[in-house]
């Protein structure tokens, strides 16, 4: 039977442990499907942080038996009150569990390609040019992963880390789809260039639809900021810059919904070419 003094312990250790930002390079992820999503993964989760009531309930609850799940793949599981999730939290819904693990890494661009080589594929990217909103960066990680995308690309400065909220927005999309940092976006895309790529932007004034193109071969899809779109450098690298035709009165969409449109599209052309 837990004393107060032991669950006093456990709250105040799980509230000095985790005082970080949203910021913070990922050392958490938060809610019940992205844990469940890294456990399927095989990332060795360190400590598990569970609702107090999850151990308490005479009936066996699915966050109870995600804990478990946790705790035979080796975590440590400790059991705190909703007020010291909420404090821990980074997102804005922890749906009762915070788990703990190494930080997620960046992947180099040369081994992604290398890989996808070796897989026999046609490598399909997105780079992400000062997407600063880590909603957006998480859901557009979980359109990568149901449009096949080989890799999203980010810049080191004016982009989100890899952090708590990018992962629960990414719905566990984040465990599967490689992440590269580059620290010149616009020296990336000419290097993919002299490899073969095509580049092209997404750009609300640009002439050419985009189910205008066939999007064969080795292709980038540049996707920009929520509110500036791609900056001008790098709009003036791209090969081809594509238009997303609206009807109703705002004439704008934000960065996941863009690249949903575009990189969906791209994969149902792609699949029709193979």
Not at 44 to 54: D, G, K, P, W
Not at 208 to 228: C, H, M, N, P
Request: glycine share 8%; aromatic share 4%; proline share 4%.
């Amino acid at each position: 039977m837990t004393t107060p003094s032991t669950k006093r312990t456990s709250q105040d250790q799980a509230e000095h442990t985790h005082k970080h930002d949203e910021n913070t390079p990922l050392s958490q992820i938060e809610g019940r499907h992205p844990v469940a999503e890294a456990l399927r993964a095989g990332r060795h989760i360190n400590r598990v942080f569970v609702l107090e009531s999850a151990r308490t309930s005479r009936r066996k609850s699915p966050l109870a038996e995600l804990a478990q799940q946790c705790r035979d793949q080796g975590a440590i599981v400790v059991y705190v009150g909703r007020a010291t999730l909420d404090k821990m939290a980074l997102s804005e819904g922890h749906q009762g569990i915070i788990a703990e693990m190494a930080a997620h890494g960046y992947r180099e661009l040369d081994d992604v390609l290398h890989d996808a080589a070796t897989r026999g594929e046609t490598p399909f990217l997105l780079l992400i040019d000062h997407v600063q909103d880590p909603q957006n960066l998480g859901s557009i990680l979980r359109i990568a992963d149901g449009a096949g995308v080989t890799a999203v690309i980010i810049p080191k400065r004016r982009a989100v880390p890899l952090n708590a909220a990018v992962a629960k927005a990414s719905a566990g999309a984040i465990e599967y789809v490689p992440v590269v940092r580059v620290t010149n976006l616009s020296q990336t895309i000419l290097s993919l260039k002299d490899e073969g790529f095509w580049i092209f932007g997404t750009d609300a004034s640009a002439e050419t639809r985009y189910d205008e193109i066939d999007f064969a071969g080795k292709i980038a899809l540049v996707i920009g900021s929520e509110g500036e779109g791609i900056t001008r450098n790098i709009r003036n690298k791209c090969d081809v810059l594509l238009s997303i035709p609206l009807h109703g009165r705002i004439n704008s969409l934000n960065a996941a919904v863009a690249c949903g449109i575009v990189a969906f599209e791209a994969a149902r052309k792609r699949r029709q070419i193979t």
